[in-house]
C-alpha cells in the first residue's frame, strides 16, 4: 500500500467524522462521554496525518496546482485581515478574541483542504473523493427523516438556551435545518451529477427514488432558501443537459404558464385538505404556504421573510454609519442581533469590512463564475461546479456562516480544483473526464 492509499483514508475519516458531526451527535444523544472527545480528536489526527503523508516529497504538480489555489487562500485572508484592521480603526476590536481565532481556523482549513485536493487530483484520486462525498452526505441527509421519526432533534440539544422551534423542523445530524437544507441540496448537486455514470434503467430508477427521500428530507427542513435552491438547481440541470436550449427554455416557459395557473392553486386546494387530513400544526402550515406564495406570480400573496426583512433594515443602517471600512470582525452581527447573526452573508462582509471589500469579494467571485460559464469544459462538470457556486450564493442570501463553515469550504476548494483541472488538462487528459 503506497501513501497515496493512506492520505485517502485518513482524508475520508475526516469527512465521515465532520460531514456527519458524529462527536457533537454522540456526545448531545449519549451525554458527555470520553467517545465523543476521542471522535473529536480522531477528526484533527485524521486530517493532520493525511497532511502530513502528503508533504512528504510531493511531485511539482502539486505545488503547482496549491499555487494556484493559495491565490483563493490569499484573497480569503486579505478580506478578513481588512475586517481586522477596520475594527481597530474605528476602536471596535472588543469581539476579535471570538471571531478571529475562528477565522484564522477557517483559513487554516482552507490552507490544508487546497494542498489534500492537489495532491489527490495529480495522484487521479479525486474521482473516488466525489463518490465518498456523495456517499456521506446521502448519510447526513438520510439522517434527516430517520432522527425525526426517531423524535430526536439536535439543535434542541444544541441550543439550550433557546426556545424550541415550534415549527418542528427537523436538522438530522447538523442541529441547524438551515445547513442541513443546504446539504440536501448538495445531496440532490451530487445525485444528478451522478446520472451520467449509469446507464442501466435499474440504477436510475433507483437515483431516481434516492432523489425522492432527498427531496422529501428537504420539505422537513422547512427551508425557504432550501426549497427555492433546490427548484432553481434542478431547472439548471435539464438546461444544462439540453442539446437544443433555446426549445426547452420555451418548453419551460410554457410549463411555467401552466404552473401558475392550474398548479398552484391545485396546491392550494390539495394543501388545506391535506392539513385538516393529517392534522399538521398550524405554524408548519404557514411556513408551507409561504414556500407557494414565493413561487406563485400573484403579488397579493404576502411573502414572511422570517424577520430576515427587519435584520436587512438595521443591517443597512448600521453599515451607513461606516461604509467605507465596516465595523470590524464580529461587531456588525453583535451589535445587529446579539450574536444571533445578520442572516446575510453579504451584509455581514460589507459590515465588517466595507464597501470597498465587498466590491472586490464581488469581482472575484463572479469572475470565477464568468470563466466557468464560458470555459470549454463537459456538461456534467458545468453542471457541478456551477450548481455549487450558485447554491452557495443563495444560501448567502439568508445565512452568515459560509466563511467559517468548514464543511461549506470543503466545497468551495473543491470546485477551484474542478476548474484548474479542466484549465490546464483541456478536457481530454483531465481527471473529471475519464
Not at 483559513?107 to 495529480?122: E, G, K, Q, T
Amino acid at each position: 500500500m503506497n501513501r497515496v492509499f493512506f492520505v485517502n483514508i485518513f482524508f475520508i475519516i475526516y469527512l465521515i467524522i465532520v460531514i456527519l458531526n458524529l462527536n457533537i451527535s454522540f456526545d448531545l444523544i449519549l451525554g458527555k462521554s470520553s467517545f465523543s472527545a476521542l471522535l473529536y480528536y480522531s477528526s484533527i489526527v485524521s486530517i493532520l496525518i493525511s497532511f502530513l503523508i502528503s508533504i512528504y516529497k510531493p511531485a511539482l504538480k502539486i505545488k503547482f496546482f496549491f499555487g494556484k489555489i493559495l491565490k483563493f487562500i490569499l484573497f480569503f485572508f486579505i478580506l478578513y485581515l481588512m475586517a481586522f484592521v477596520s475594527g481597530v480603526i474605528s476602536d471596535n476590536f472588543k469581539y476579535l478574541y471570538i471571531y478571529l481565532p475562528i477565522l484564522l481556523k477557517s483559513a487554516l482549513m482552507l490552507f490544508v483542504f487546497s494542498w489534500l485536493f492537489s495532491y489527490l487530483l495529480v495522484h487521479n484520486q479525486i474521482v473516488n473523493y466525489i463518490n465518498w462525498l456523495t456517499i456521506i452526505i446521502l448519510i447526513s441527509v438520510f439522517s434527516i427523516p430517520i432522527l425525526k421519526n426517531l423524535n430526536i432533534e439536535l439543535s434542541y440539544l444544541l441550543y439550550t438556551d433557546l426556545l424550541k422551534d415550534d415549527i418542528g423542523r427537523a436538522s438530522g445530524v447538523f442541529g441547524n435545518a438551515n445547513i442541513a437544507a443546504q446539504f440536501c441540496v448538495f445531496g440532490i448537486i451530487l445525485v444528478l451529477y451522478n446520472l451520467k455514470n449509469y446507464s442501466r434503467i435499474i440504477h436510475k430508477i433507483v437515483l431516481f427514488v434516492i432523489l425522492i427521500i432527498i427531496y422529501y428530507s428537504l420539505y422537513l427542513t422547512f427551508s425557504n432558501t432550501g426549497f427555492l435552491n433546490a427548484l432553481i438547481i434542478t431547472f439548471f440541470y435539464f438546461v444544462i443537459k439540453s442539446k437544443n436550449k433555446v426549445m426547452l427554455l420555451f418548453k419551460l416557459l410554457i410549463v411555467f404558464v401552466l404552473f401558475q395557473l392550474f398548479i398552484v392553486p391545485f396546491l392550494i386546494n390539495f394543501l388545506d385538505d391535506y392539513y385538516v387530513t393529517n392534522n399538521i400544526p398550524r405554524i408548519q402550515q404557514e411556513k408551507v404556504d409561504n414556500f407557494i406564495n414565493i413561487i406563485s406570480i400573484d403579488g397579493s400573496k404576502k411573502v414572511d421573510f422570517s424577520y430576515r426583512d427587519e435584520l436587512a433594515e438595521k443591517a443597512w443602517r448600521k453599515i451607513d454609519q461606516s461604509p467605507i471600512i465596516g465595523h470590524g470582525l464580529g461587531s456588525f452581527s453583535v451589535d445587529i442581533s446579539n450574536h444571533q447573526g445578520v442572516h446575510n452573508s453579504y451584509l455581514q462582509i460589507i459590515g465588517e469590512t466595507g464597501f470597498l471589500i465587498f466590491i472586490t469579494y464581488l469581482f472575484i467571485f463572479f469572475r470565477f463564475i464568468y470563466k466557468q460559464i464560458y470555459q470549454n469544459q463537459l456538461d456534467d462538470l458545468k453542471f457541478l461546479v456551477l450548481a455549487v457556486l450558485f447554491s452557495i450564493s443563495i444560501y448567502m442570501l439568508t445565512s452568515h456562516d459560509v466563511l467559517y463553515s468548514e464543511r461549506l469550504l470543503l466545497f468551495l476548494v473543491f470546485i477551484e480544483i474542478i476548474y484548474l483541472d479542466n484549465k490546464y488538462f483541456n478536457n481530454k487528459k483531465s481527471y473529471f473526464g475519464k
